[in-house]
């Protein structure tokens, strides 16, 4: 496998694209090969089943692109399917459940850790068991925001309707006094100041992205597949539908200027 190889990326969406912002910040010469289901979105609706056989298709594109290392930028994705994924191929896979646990483990002083998330994710219950296995007598609250993610893909990033959709949900978790705020979903980076205004400033908030990117380049560094210093990457991105939409979105958020999005019929990568 060649260093110079690129980096596979997933996502249900365009929330994946806040784990590629960080990527591209903290290993500026890995080349990524992005991917976005936009067609098929949401996944945080959708069973485990269903959301497994979708990564697995994605993948398998993926694989065709040669890709050295995937992540997967969703955390419902990573709760149903990594584990199972995993085991069928040869490329080194993460996600971003485990990197967000570890954060917040590191982050909360009260011990008392809000989950915020799709349904999906907050089912599946992986959060608990990383932070679980990390602390024992950490308090997590889950719960799922369901709305949030056809509000970002709608664009409305600092819309009153998304505050006060915001405020809704998160006022369960005021009443259990957490501390640190988990964003269970790639997604909801994108609206982080909506968030933060809502749940205040004695709350921080956790991005799993960071720590996704750090454990990536651990993964590089003891495979021996950092990309070279002086590598200059020409990142893809391709998605199931909606190309142009898709890019416009995606140049107002990443630090580059995105050239072409193509569309990929994905259900042929079965
Ligand atoms: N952005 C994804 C996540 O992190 C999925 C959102 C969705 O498709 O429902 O869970």
């Known amino acids: 496998m060649s260093c110079n190889l690129p980096v596979g990326v997933f996502d249900s969406g365009v ?7 960080e990527i591209m910040h903290q290993l500026p010469n890995e080349e990524i090969v992005y991917f976005g289901d936009t067609a098929r979105v949401p996944y945080g ?6 959301v497994t056989a979708y990564s697995r298709q994605i993948v398998k594109f993926l694989q065709t692109k040669k890709v050295k290392a995937i992540v997967i930028a969703c955390n419902t994705a990573s709760a149903f399917a990594l584990e199972t994924i995993a085991k069928e191929i040869p490329v080194p896979i993460i996600g971003v459940v485990k990197p967000g646990a ?3 483990a590191e982050t909360t002083r009260s011990g ?3 989950i915020i998330g799709t349904e999906g994710t907050i089912k599946s219950g992986l ?3 990383f932070l679980h296995n990390t602390n024992e007598s950490l308090q997590v609250f889950g ?7 056809p509000l970002v893909e709608e664009g409305w990033i600092h819309d009153p309707v998304t505050k006060e959709v915001a405020s809704r949900y998160l006022a369960e978790l005021h009443e259990k006094d957490v501390d640190t705020l988990v964003l269970g979903c790639t997604h909801y980076p994108l609206i982080r100041d909506i968030i933060h ?3 205040g400033n004695g709350v921080t908030l956790v991005n799993p992205a960071y720590e996704t990117a750090r454990t990536l380049q651990e993964l590089l560094l003891a495979q021996g597949l950092l990309a070279d210093e002086n590598a200059i990457p020409d ?3 391709y998605v199931s539908d909606g190309a142009e939409k898709f890019r416009e979105f995606a140049n107002s958020i990443l630090p580059c200027e995105m050239a072409e999005t193509k569309d990929v019929n994905i259900i042929t990568f079965d």
């Open 15 to 21: 929330g994946g694209l806040t784990v590629v912002k």
């Open 45 to 50: 609706s959708k069973s485990k089943e269903t």
């Open 102 to 104: 570890k954060t917040a």
């Open 112 to 114: 008392r850790i809000g």
């Open 127 to 129: 959060y608990n068991e």
């Open 143 to 149: 719960k799922a925001c369901p709305l949030f993610v």
């Open 197 to 199: 205004e809502v749940a």
């Open 235 to 237: 990142h893809k991105f």
